[in-house]
């Protein structure tokens, strides 16, 4: 049985910070790619950070690049996202993502599991 369990979401204001946790358990996070998206009110499911198993690749959408940082830590079984310098457009419900393989961490209908979900809430 696979669940993630996110952490770390609240509200902060313009140019704060945030560390958003999500534990593993029923697979090993180091042998699947991993992500987090992320949904605004009214707004599509986007992609914002990817870590590739093998690699240890990074991806980064455009709006998070250089302010955001994807990481894992293999004896925790845990992935984390830390959000630095946050804006008020980053303001949505953050998800921990596994995909179905490599090209299923880019894309929402390549994504297997789904964490519940956990609230990041920037104030101007």
């Known amino acids: 049985q696979v669940q993630l369990v996110e952490s770390g979401g609240g509200s902060v204001q313009a140019g704060g910070s945030l560390r958003l946790s999500c534990a593993a358990s029923g697979l090993t996070v180091s042998s699947v790619c991993m992500g987090w998206f992320r949904q605004a009110p009214g707004k599509e499911r986007e992609r914002v950070a990817t870590?590739?198993?093998?690699?240890?690749?990074?991806y980064y959408s455009d709006s998070v690049k250089g302010r955001f940082t994807i990481s894992r830590d293999n004896g925790k079984n845990t992935l984390y996202l830390q959000m630095n310098s946050l804006n008020p457009e980053d303001t949505a419900m953050y998800y921990c993502a596994v995909g179905r393989g490599v090209r299923g961490c880019a894309v929402v209908s390549g994504i297997r599991y789904w964490g519940q979900g956990t609230q990041v809430t920037v104030s101007s």
């Open positions: 870590f590739y198993p093998d690699s240890g690749s990074t």
